[in-house]
């Protein structure tokens, strides 16, 4: 899919120049903390979706959240810009509450179609036009909508015998001299990184068809965030989203969201400690990917895979000196970080500092084993191909998107935490295929080291008497009620967002988490489709997923 702008594209930019573009497509109007909201009716999405896309410059749709009120269903569209990410405009679409039916997106923004079956799934509404309108993280033959009002969790899951008979039972073979075969990759299978179900088509070894499906490993987050208090109870969650070594990414997302919900502060030195401890975790998220991909390519796990985890054990020690924990921090507090770095504080910037000087001579062996190596090339130069026009309309972010040449980074983009201070680049790399984003993984390391060894400079020479690693935050937080916002930080695989809309409680009415895992997720049938089996392998180790986060 390619989308040209028109050369005036960005010139729709104010509330008022929105309103004036949508026109009479607007029914009411609101405010969301991080941007205006729109509300239009449910029979207007695609024009209303299309006119901000072509005329306004908001090519991004960065999630979709579903919800239901005591009179209605709603979706919320959060658009923005790859190329300015502080613009921002949220679409509400209500729904009637007796027959809860909206126009779908996916005709506009092809990330729709998993959007729109997640909340068709959870919240239960139906999306007219939706070109595979069921359910995604649920079987078929489930029972209910989760997280709708009306949800009786005590109802039988039980369904006959037939909902279990061979799916291609129908099957005919074809009139052609073609002979399709129905594969089965994963749920249970070491190359789909976790409980992922690739249903594939072949034409003898080309894939001629290809759908994740997921759902596997669900785990209501998004349910138990409602369920727990904004100050103490939904820290500890996130570490669990993308469990393997993102954690502290994963907390800054909720954090950053909530601060600003509630108008808390954080100050300067923690939010240098922040920074640092987030590159670690960075590094450490890439230092996996790059081992679990040369696995999915050649099979090394006695060399490289060794490596890599060998380095990404020493970015693990820094974290546990840091933090206490090696995978679940919970380091992260609304206003700061729980506890300042560990005494005695040189032999922490020693240890910092001995693994900074070291990674230098460790990518220079990665690049001899894996860049290098003729096989791996073979296997991923100009295989998994993704356009930049095609990764935008899918929401593709971070290393997927950057490896599309996409210059869209949130750390620089929408800054937070003490990014904007410090020297470092946004890494993109024009090829568009498996080895473009393996590239773009390796160089962001380099980055991430050049950001950690600022703040260590810093952290250094910080005066003791205002070391402040939290500011005073209220015992109970309750935001306004119907207070809206949707903030995101720049995760390991890409952009992390968490819309929460508040209830006048101490906790949320609504916790929605954008997971970039799921976005980039969907682009894998773009990727793969007419190329052989070991390449659609190798484009979803390109993807770097994690189930836990996908299925959240």
């Known amino acids: ?36 909201g729109f509300v239009i009716k449910p029979d207007t999405v695609v024009d209303a979706l299309r006119r901000l896309r072509d005329q306004a410059g908001f090519d991004h749709l960065s999630c979709v959240t ?43 923004f092809r990330t729709a179609d998993w959007h729109e079956r997640e909340a068709y799934d959870l919240i239960g509404i139906e999306y007219d036009d939706h070109p595979d309108l069921r359910r995604i993280l649920l079987p ?30 129908e099957d005919q073979k074809a009139d052609n001299d073609s002979e399709t075969m129905y594969l089965n990759i994963g749920p249970h299978h070491p190359a789909t990184h976790g409980v992922l179900h690739i249903k594939t088509v072949l034409d003898g070894e080309q894939v001629v068809d290809l759908e994740p499906d997921i759902g596997y490993l669900h785990r209501c987050e998004e349910q138990m965030c409602q369920n727990s208090t904004y100050r103490y109870q939904i820290m500890p969650y996130p570490d ?60 090394d796990f006695t060399a490289l895979f060794m490596y890599s985890i060998r380095d990404r054990e020493k970015v693990q020690n820094i974290l546990e000196e840091l933090t206490g924990q090696r995978l679940m921090f919970n380091y ?8 300042d770095l560990p005494e005695p504080r040189e032999e922490f910037f020693e240890m910092t500092r001995d693994f900074l000087d070291d990674l230098p001579t460790a990518l220079e062996e990665y690049h001899d084993m894996m860049t290098s190596n003729e096989i791996l090339q073979v296997r991923t130069v100009d295989t998994g191909v993704l356009p930049p026009e095609v990764a935008k309309s899918y929401g593709a972010t971070g290393p997927v998107a950057r490896g599309s040449g996409i210059d869209y980074d949130v750390r620089r983009d929408d800054p937070y935490g003490y990014y904007e201070n410090l020297d470092w680049d946004v890494v993109t790399e024009d090829g568009c295929d498996n ?19 600022q703040c260590i400079d810093l952290l250094e020479d910080w005066p003791e008497d205002e070391r402040n690693i939290q500011s005073n935050v209220p015992r109970t937080i309750k935001p306004d009620d119907d207070t809206e916002i949707y ?26 988490i954008r997971s970039p895992c799921f976005s980039n997720l969907q682009t894998l049938p773009e990727m793969s489709n ?11 180790g390109s993807l770097d997923i994690v189930l836990g986060e996908v299925d959240r």
């Open 1 to 36: 899919m390619s989308v040209e702008l028109p050369a005036d594209a960005d010139a729709v930019q104010t509330p008022e120049e929105i309103a004036d573009l949508l026109g009479d497509l607007v029914i009411g109007r609101e405010e969301h903390l991080n941007a205006p």
């Open 530 to 540: 007419g190329e052989y089996v070991p390449d659609a392998i190798a484009s979803l």
């Open 140 to 169: 078929e033959t489930w029972q209910g909508h989760p997280l709708g009002q009306s949800y009786d969790q005590d109802q039988p899951q039980v369904v006959p015998l037939r909902e279990h008979q061979n799916p291609l039972l």
């Open 332 to 339: 992260f507090r609304l206003g700061g970080v729980v506890w």
């Open 66 to 108: 579903a919800e239901e009120y005591e009179d209605r269903y709603e979706s919320i569209y959060h658009l923005t810009s790859y190329d300015d990410r502080t613009q921002e405009v949220s679409i509400v679409v209500p729904a009637d509450k007796e027959n809860p039916v909206s126009q779908s997106a996916n005709e506009v």
């Open 487 to 512: 903030k995101s930080v720049e995760g390991a695989k890409g952009e992390l967002g968490i819309y929460i809309r508040s209830d006048g409680t101490e906790k949320p009415g609504r916790f929605k």
């Open 435 to 453: 080895f473009s984003r393996l590239l773009v993984r390796m160089r962001e390391v380099e980055e991430s080291a050049k950001i950690v060894e």
């Open 240 to 299: 669990r989203w993308d469990y393997i070594s993102a954690g502290l990414l994963n907390e800054w997302a909720y954090a950053r969201t909530a601060e600003e919900l509630a108008d808390i502060e954080v100050p300067e030195y923690a939010q240098i400690i922040r920074t640092m401890g987030a590159e670690l975790c960075r590094m450490a998220a890439h230092f996996l990917a790059l081992g679990t991909f040369a696995l999915d390519i050649y099979g």
